[in-house]
Every structure is written in structure tokens, then in C-alpha cells.
């Protein structure tokens, strides 16, 4: 088999081994390579040790040298080299005692997670392929390298690797080594908010999000999301809902950053087809809006099993959006997400119910109360929820949000006033006809923009000083 090899990642390779060394890529790199996809980076294995490498290339940077880990530039880019190692004693689930080097591959190749990630090559050699991960690719599975229990026993990160490499990949888990995840869950309670993100981010924006089900089967979501298993369990009886909500919550992630046509072929509602418009997305989302969508979906219902009540046979949830807020905080904090992607997805949270009165006035009511920062994406979360639900369901409520969208582009259009930024009155102003600071004075403010959202033609200073001194005498 070959691989092509980058220009710099070939030229690192050869110069090892004009050296008198051995030296490969390896891992995800070759994987990737292999299935046809870009790999995100290249990293080199080789006999020589740090020091080895640092007097073959001029410009060096000690990134890991403890661990065997130097990075060499060439121009402005760095390339992670390291020296084969075996492992020491692992004590806390997480990462070894120790590292010894070694001047054999294999040994270097028995320390990694998974088959598909213990290949290596160069163009002297080919494939190094000692634990059939070739095999392993070919037959779409996730299967760890020796023993399963051994490696989760090393890093328990590499039970929820296992789950985002098949979310990713498509792949399936073997046998033996899921057995080994569910023996072994325990063992993630060791590992840091900051990894366990990094791993739930990876497999949420996967495309294949619906494999955080078989992390709930396999009593990971227990531990790094119990969260979740309660929604696995919250059934939802009533004509809008034909999944449990964590299901619900599973098929509308699903949705995120999905393109026009993919959205079509779900659509099974014919008389909707001639509106459906609606699902194009007015801009190209970022890498961050999606990951921001993607949380939002995964968690817009979490309030729901504790709001959860049932009348005549029919559940209601009365009250989720502000209770899945607050939730959310709390699960995006124990994480340790930055403070504007907590506000983000709370906020989309909190107003993702929101039911916005199709007129103009009430349209800029509701784009007041929301916040014309995350009105777009809004949008984009009422679709995806509303696509989650029963097709029973879709028409009513795709029409519906197409009218808001329409409403609101008018309302943009004409740069209609929808909140105190844009009011052509302010404090100042009020001191100038007499008006003392204090509570009252944003409550005065408070009436006038009222005024505005009911009526646009308003926001000119002289109108609204009149009205604001009739409010001062009231």
C-alpha cells in the first residue's frame, strides 16, 4: 500500500534515517490516509531519542522531551517526533508513571489505543501493520490493541475515544472491547472535565451523533453526562412527540448544519415541499455556531424530566425552557465550556420554546425579549426541534416560523427599534426635562420602548420626550 506522504513530513522521515535511524508516521495520519481523509496533523515515531533528534534539525522545540516528544520546524510549521516508548506503570486511570525508551517499533505500536491507530508508515518500509488495523478499517470496527481491559485500565479516556472514533468513523465497537467499556466505565470518574469535553465536542459534531445513544447502553453518559440517561428515559406522550426526549434531542443535533437537500429527503409531508424554503440557512454557520447548535439541541429538553406531569394520559412539560436554562449552566459548567458558550446555548435554551405572535408588533415583542444576537440562530433551533418531532406535526409548525423569519427580515430591513440600544432617547435626555436618575428613570425608558415595539413611528426624539413627560407627571 502507499501512502504520499507530505513534502516535510517525508523530508523529516528521510533525514532520520540518512541518520542512521528508523522513522515513521503513525497513527491517526496513516488511518486517515488510508479511508481517504485529511488528516488534522502528522506525527512522526523513530528510534533516535530526543537528543538524537534535536542535533539532526536545526530548529527544534522541547515539547514533551520528558516523554520522548520534540517538535522540529520547518519554515513556520511544527512537527511532533517521538521516540518509540513503552509505557511504565499506569496508577490513577490516566497516564503513566514512567516512560522508558526502546529501540523497537513493535513495542511502540503495543502501547496505542485501538488497531486502526497502530499503523505506521514511511516509504522505505510501507505499512507497518502488526495488529491487523488495515483489516480492522476494511471491516468498519473499533477494536483495542491486545487486551481491551488492559488498555482502559491504562487511560479510561480511551472508553469514550472508543464511542467518538465510531461516531466519527461510522464504525462499530467489537465484541470484546465494548465488553471491556462496560466493565471499565467506572474508571472515567478519574479523568478531567477538560478531556471528557474535548471527546463529547468530537462526537456531537461527528455525523454520526446518535452513537451517544449506545454510550448511554454502554453506562458512559452515566458518568460523564447522567444528565442524559434521564432523558433517555423521560417518554413523551402527546401528538407532538413520537421519541423519548432524549431520542427527540438525539435527531435534532442531527439536524444541525445539515444542507437543504439532506433536510428534503427526511421530509415525507408533501403538501409542506412548496414552502420549504424555510430550511435554508441564511448564512454559512461557523465551526463555533455549530458547536453552540449542536450543545443546544443535545440539551434544549433537559429540563424537561424535572418538569415532566401527566393529565388524562397526556404528558406536559410545563415550564422546561427555564429549567433546561438553568440545567445546561450547570452541565456546561462541570464541563468547563468558556462563559459565551454558556450564555449561548442557555440562552437559545431558555427561548427555544418561545412562541413568537406572527404579527409585527408581536414580532418585535418576541425579538426584544430574545435578543436580536441570537435571533438567527433561534431560527435555526425551532427548525432542528421542530424536524425532531412528529411529521404530523411539520407543516403547522415550518409555516409558522417561516412567517416569523419573513416578519423579522422586514423588521431588519427597515431597522425597526427592538430594544433600548435603539431607542432615540436615553438617560441624558431624560435629565434634560427633569428627570432625576434613579429606578425611575429606567422604567420610564422601559414604557417608551413599549411604545416603540407597538409602534415604530414613535422613535423620534420629540415624540418620545412628549410622551416621557406625561409619564414623569403620571
Same mark, same amino acid.
Given at each position: 500500500m502507499k501512502?504520499?506522504?507530505?513534502?516535510?513530513?517525508?523530508?523529516?522521515?528521510?533525514?532520520?534515517?540518512?541518520?542512521?535511524?528508523?522513522?515513521?508516521?503513525?497513527?491517526?495520519?496513516?488511518?486517515?490516509s488510508i479511508l481517504g481523509r485529511e488528516p488534522e496533523d502528522w506525527d512522526i515515531t523513530t528510534s533516535a531519542n530526543p537528543q538524537e533528534v534535536k542535533k539532526i534539525f536545526r530548529r527544534t522545540i522541547d515539547t514533551g522531551i520528558i516523554h520522548g516528544t520534540v517538535t522540529v520546524m520547518l519554515e513556520k510549521e511544527g512537527y511532533e517526533v517521538t521516540t518509540y516508548r513503552i509505557d511504565g506503570e499506569y496508577e490513577d486511570?490516566?497516564?503513566?508513571?514512567?516512560?522508558?525508551?526502546?529501540?523497537?517499533?513493535?513495542?511502540?505500536?503495543?502501547? *496505542?489505543?485501538?488497531?486502526?491507530n497502530a499503523m505506521a508508515y514511511n516509504r522505505e518500509k510501507g505499512l507497518v501493520d502488526v495488529f491487523g488495523g488495515l483489516s480492522d478499517?476494511?471491516?468498519?470496527?473499533i477494536r483495542c490493541v491486545g487486551s481491551a481491559v488492559e488498555r482502559f485500565e491504562e487511560d479510561a479516556l480511551r472508553i469514550l475515544r472508543a464511542i467518538r472514533f465510531s461516531a466519527q &468513523?461510522?464504525?462499530?465497537?467489537?465484541?470484546?472491547?465494548?465488553?471491556?467499556?462496560?466493565?471499565?466505565?467506572?474508571?472515567?470518574?478519574? /479523568?478531567?472535565?477538560?478531556?471528557?469535553?474535548?471527546?463529547?465536542?468530537?462526537?456531537?459534531?461527528?455525523?454520526?451523533?446518535?452513537?451517544?445513544?449506545?454510550?448511554?447502553?454502554?453506562?458512559?453518559?452515566?458518568?460523564v453526562l447522567p444528565e442524559f440517561d434521564a432523558m433517555m428515559e423521560t417518554e413523551q406522550r402527546n401528538p407532538h412527540h413520537i421519541y423519548s426526549v432524549g431520542i427527540h434531542a438525539i435527531k435534532a443535533v442531527e439536524q444541525v448544519g445539515r444542507d437543504f437537500s439532506s433536510r428534503l429527503k427526511d421530509m415525507d409531508t408533501k403538501e409542506v415541499l412548496p414552502d420549504l424554503e424555510i430550511l435554508k440557512t441564511e448564512n454559512d454557520l461557523t465551526p463555533k455556531e455549530i458547536l453552540v447548535l449542536r450543545w443546544t439541541m443535545l440539551l434544549h429538553d433537559v429540563g424537561k424530566p424535572g418538569s415532566k406531569t401527566t393529565d388524562q394520559g397526556e404528558d406536559h412539560f410545563?415550564?422546561?425552557?427555564?429549567?433546561?436554562?438553568?440545567?445546561?449552566?450547570?452541565? &456546561?459548567?462541570?464541563?468547563?465550556f468558556d462563559n459565551e458558550?454558556?450564555?449561548?446555548?442557555?440562552?437559545?435554551? *431558555? $427561548?427555544?420554546?418561545?412562541?413568537?405572535?406572527?404579527?409585527?408588533?408581536?414580532?418585535?415583542?418576541? /425579538?426584544?425579549?430574545?435578543?436580536?444576537?441570537?435571533?438567527?440562530? &433561534?431560527?435555526?433551533?425551532? /427548525?432542528?426541534?421542530? &424536524?425532531?418531532?412528529?411529521?404530523?406535526? $411539520?407543516?403547522?409548525k415550518l409555516m409558522n416560523i417561516k412567517e416569523a423569519k419573513r416578519l423579522y427580515q422586514e423588521i431588519k430591513a427597515k431597522n425597526e427599534c427592538v430594544n433600548l440600544k435603539n431607542l432615540e432617547v436615553n438617560g441624558k435626555d431624560l435629565i434634560l426635562i427633569g428627570l432625576k436618575p434613579g429606578k425611575s428613570m429606567g422604567e420610564i425608558l422601559d414604557r417608551l420602548l413599549m411604545q416603540v415595539l407597538e409602534d415604530p413611528s414613535l422613535n423620534n426624539k420629540e415624540a418620545l420626550l412628549e410622551l416621557a413627560k406625561e409619564y414623569i407627571t403620571d
Amino acid at each position: 500500500m502507499k501512502i504520499v506522504l507530505p513534502e516535510k513530513v517525508d523530508y523529516i522521515i528521510n533525514e532520520l534515517i540518512e541518520h542512521g535511524y528508523e522513522a515513521y508516521a503513525v497513527g491517526g495520519c496513516i488511518r486517515d490516509s488510508i479511508l481517504g481523509r485529511e488528516p488534522e496533523d502528522w506525527d512522526i515515531t523513530t528510534s533516535a531519542n530526543p537528543q538524537e533528534v534535536k542535533k539532526i534539525f536545526r530548529r527544534t522545540i522541547d515539547t514533551g522531551i520528558i516523554h520522548g516528544t520534540v517538535t522540529v520546524m520547518l519554515e513556520k510549521e511544527g512537527y511532533e517526533v517521538t521516540t518509540y516508548r513503552i509505557d511504565g506503570e499506569y496508577e490513577d486511570n490516566r497516564r503513566p508513571k514512567s516512560v522508558a525508551f526502546t529501540a523497537d517499533l513493535v513495542e511502540d505500536l503495543k502501547r *496505542r489505543d485501538f488497531t486502526i491507530n497502530a499503523m505506521a508508515y514511511n516509504r522505505e518500509k510501507g505499512l507497518v501493520d502488526v495488529f491487523g488495523g488495515l483489516s480492522d478499517l476494511q471491516k468498519g470496527i473499533i477494536r483495542c490493541v491486545g487486551s481491551a481491559v488492559e488498555r482502559f485500565e491504562e487511560d479510561a479516556l480511551r472508553i469514550l475515544r472508543a464511542i467518538r472514533f465510531s461516531a466519527q &468513523l461510522g464504525f462499530d465497537i467489537e465484541e470484546e472491547t465494548l465488553k471491556a467499556v462496560k466493565e471499565k466505565v467506572k474508571n472515567l470518574e478519574a /479523568i478531567s472535565a477538560e478531556r471528557i469535553r474535548v471527546e463529547l465536542n468530537k462526537l456531537i459534531l461527528s455525523p454520526n451523533p446518535d452513537k451517544l445513544v449506545e454510550a448511554y447502553k454502554a453506562g458512559i453518559t452515566k458518568i460523564v453526562l447522567p444528565e442524559f440517561d434521564a432523558m433517555m428515559e423521560t417518554e413523551q406522550r402527546n401528538p407532538h412527540h413520537i421519541y423519548s426526549v432524549g431520542i427527540h434531542a438525539i435527531k435534532a443535533v442531527e439536524q444541525v448544519g445539515r444542507d437543504f437537500s439532506s433536510r428534503l429527503k427526511d421530509m415525507d409531508t408533501k403538501e409542506v415541499l412548496p414552502d420549504l424554503e424555510i430550511l435554508k440557512t441564511e448564512n454559512d454557520l461557523t465551526p463555533k455556531e455549530i458547536l453552540v447548535l449542536r450543545w443546544t439541541m443535545l440539551l434544549h429538553d433537559v429540563g424537561k424530566p424535572g418538569s415532566k406531569t401527566t393529565d388524562q394520559g397526556e404528558d406536559h412539560f410545563y415550564g422546561h425552557p427555564e429549567k433546561g436554562a438553568e440545567v445546561s449552566k450547570t452541565i &456546561l459548567r462541570r464541563l468547563k465550556f468558556d462563559n459565551e458558550t454558556i450564555e449561548l446555548v442557555t440562552r437559545l435554551i *431558555r $427561548w427555544h420554546d418561545y412562541r413568537f405572535t406572527l404579527t409585527p408588533q408581536g414580532m418585535r415583542r418576541g /425579538i426584544n425579549k430574545a435578543g436580536t444576537d441570537i435571533m438567527d440562530l &433561534l431560527f435555526e433551533v425551532k /427548525i432542528a426541534d421542530s &424536524l425532531a418531532q412528529s411529521p404530523a406535526t $411539520w407543516a403547522e409548525k415550518l409555516m409558522n416560523i417561516k412567517e416569523a423569519k419573513r416578519l423579522y427580515q422586514e423588521i431588519k430591513a427597515k431597522n425597526e427599534c427592538v430594544n433600548l440600544k435603539n431607542l432615540e432617547v436615553n438617560g441624558k435626555d431624560l435629565i434634560l426635562i427633569g428627570l432625576k436618575p434613579g429606578k425611575s428613570m429606567g422604567e420610564i425608558l422601559d414604557r417608551l420602548l413599549m411604545q416603540v415595539l407597538e409602534d415604530p413611528s414613535l422613535n423620534n426624539k420629540e415624540a418620545l420626550l412628549e410622551l416621557a413627560k406625561e409619564y414623569i407627571t403620571d
